[in-house]
């Protein structure tokens, strides 16, 4: 069973906002992901983390930043939001070390920015 | 390039009408092959890992088959709870630990 929380579950907030969403696991997984899911589209890798101090651009340009100075705590940051950041936002986290890295979903944000 | 391709995009099932989804990938090399289920506005939930072709894994009424060029989700006698979006994904051995996902099949099962 995964063990991945994120926070807020929903969060509407006006353009210009600066804007936190919280990941943390209690696995103690070395690797964590954020994507970005929008209504019946694939989800978009936009950042990776491969431990503490590790952290890397996804696939899908965006304009937030992520940190990780915990192991076990991975948040995104959007300095000013915009009606085009509204999406999905899911955290993972996957093991070091075995065969394949199997991935686990935290709950997701769903943000609106009006 | 990699690839995922899931099909059909949406299945309609009665209560007991056994059916499989597919998953076609296009992957330099694979180290595994993820299947997941995703509940509306929640994040996914894994069900299975499978790493070389001709493996299975069976949970409660899914099995997932992997063979060389794609994966099959055999559902059998589905119930309304199995109604859900299935995702399917690749990871392959270029050397990061980066998924490529597919759309999704959308499955509703009628009661």
């Known amino acids: 069973e995964a063990d991945i929380y994120q926070t807020p579950r929903y969060l509407v907030i006006g353009t210009g906002k600066k804007i936190t969403l919280e990941c943390s696991q209690t696995?103690?997984?070395?690797?964590m992901y954020w994507y970005q899911q929008d209504p019946g589209m694939e989800l978009h890798l936009i950042h990776y983390?491969?431990?503490?101090?590790?952290?890397e651009k996804g696939d899908l340009s965006s304009e937030s930043t992520v940190s990780r100075i915990r192991t076990e705590h991975f948040p995104l940051t959007l300095e000013s939001a915009r009606p085009s950041h509204t999406s999905q936002y899911l955290c993972?986290?996957?093991?070091?070390?075995?065969?394949?890295?199997?991935?686990?979903f935290g709950p997701g944000t769903r943000l609106t920015v009006l | 390039e990699d690839q995922v391709t899931q099909s059909p995009e949406a299945l309609r099932l009665q209560e007991g009408e056994s059916s499989s989804l597919n998953c076609s990938y296009t992957?330099?090399?694979?180290?595994?092959l993820f299947w997941y289920r995703q509940d509306p506005g929640k994040g996914p939930e894994f069900l299975f890992t499978?790493?070389?072709a001709g493996e299975e894994k069976e949970k409660e009424r899914l099995k997932a088959t992997l063979t060389k060029k794609e994966s099959f989700l055999h559902i059998t006698a589905p119930k309304p709870e199995d109604s859900a979006t299935y995702l399917c994904?690749?990871?392959?051995?270029?050397?990061?630990?980066?998924?490529?996902f597919g759309t999704g099949t959308r499955l509703k099962v009628l009661a």
């Open positions: 993972a986290s996957s093991e070091w070390g075995r065969e394949v890295d199997t991935q686990y």
């Open positions: 696995m103690g997984h070395d690797k």
């Open positions: 983390s491969y431990g503490v101090n590790s952290t």
């Open positions: 992957v330099s090399g694979l180290r595994g």
């Open positions: 499978l790493y070389s």
């Open positions: 994904a690749v990871q392959g051995v270029s050397g990061t630990y980066k998924y490529i």
